[in-house]
């Protein structure tokens, strides 16, 4: 079956990661940029990138701690998430036994069957983000399908997702209500209906004083 598609909230969560390769270096970027706090095991010399945000990159090394050896089964302990990229097969393995005996979701990278969660090919601008997936079956694949509709997209689509997130916020105080609820209901109408009249090139250029006047016309 399909995968269910989700975007996992790891702020201050605590991630395991096993590896100071290449693969641990893209793995180490996404669960920084969704600020997690990052426990990396990897005996030195580490990929270049992981030395920067180790030691060098003021911005992330204060949500690292780093331990120059090999996994011991007490790095387990306490952890939200376990992400191993290591070349030794029997120790990834025996990893995503004991993090599924604790309940842990664990990625072995490369291994499907042992990924409860898998990172496909991503695309961020801002605020937006768009995950390709293909089951772990082609991330090449799913690298060039995630390429072509990067080309699609304008480049201040992220502009305009930010700007439609402060119309909802500023709705949301003039009209406070309960999801499910009838005033709900009728702020989510009328945000489609904002969507769909307004491109997204104008959607993008909307300032505070826009979003105001905006609904100081009426939002019913």
């Known amino acids: 079956g399909a995968s269910l598609l989700l975007a996992w909230q790891i702020r201050n969560k605590r991630v395991l990661l096993v590896g100071g390769g290449p693969v641990a270096a893209g793995r180490l970027t996404w669960v920084l940029?969704?600020?997690?706090?990052?426990?990396?095991?990897?005996?030195?010399?580490?990929?270049?990138?992981?030395?920067?945000?180790?030691?060098?990159?003021?911005?992330?090394s204060p949500s690292i701690t780093y331990h120059p050896r090999k996994f011991i089964d007490a790095d387990l302990d306490g952890v939200d998430m376990v992400l191993t990229a290591i070349d030794d097969v029997s120790t990834s393995h025996r990893i995503c036994k004991m993090a599924r005996a604790k309940k842990i979701p664990v990625?072995?990278?490369?291994?499907?069957?042992?990924?409860?969660?898998?990172?496909?090919?991503?695309?961020?601008?801002?605020?937006?983000?768009?995950?390709?997936?293909?089951?772990?079956?082609?991330?090449?694949?799913?690298?060039?399908?995630?390429?072509?509709?990067?080309?699609?997209?304008?480049?201040?689509?992220?502009?305009?997702?930010?700007?439609?997130?402060?119309?909802?916020?500023?709705?949301?105080?003039?009209?406070?209500?309960?999801?499910?609820?009838?005033?709900?209901?009728?702020?989510?109408?009328?945000?489609?209906?904002?969507?769909?009249?307004?491109?997204?090139e104008e959607l993008s250029t909307m300032d505070d004083k826009m979003i105001i006047a905006l609904l100081d016309r009426g939002w019913e």
């Not at 010399?45 to 060098?56: A, K, N, Q, S, T």
Request: glycine content about 10%; hydrophobic content about 40%.
């Open 33 to 60: 940029a969704s600020d997690a706090l990052v426990t990396l095991v990897a005996p030195a010399p580490l990929h270049p990138e992981i030395h920067y945000r180790v030691f060098e990159d003021p911005a992330t």
């Open 107 to 200: 990625n072995v990278a490369d291994v499907p069957p042992e990924c409860d969660f898998y990172f496909g090919s991503h695309y961020r601008n801002g605020p937006l983000q768009v995950l390709v997936s293909t089951g772990g079956k082609g991330p090449k694949l799913a690298n060039l399908i995630r390429r072509r509709i990067e080309e699609l997209l304008p480049a201040d689509l992220g502009e305009a997702v930010e700007k439609v997130g402060k119309l909802r916020t500023e709705l949301r105080k003039r009209a406070p209500g309960h999801a499910g609820g009838d005033v709900s209901k009728r702020r989510m109408g009328w945000m489609v209906r904002v969507c769909d009249e307004w491109s997204l």
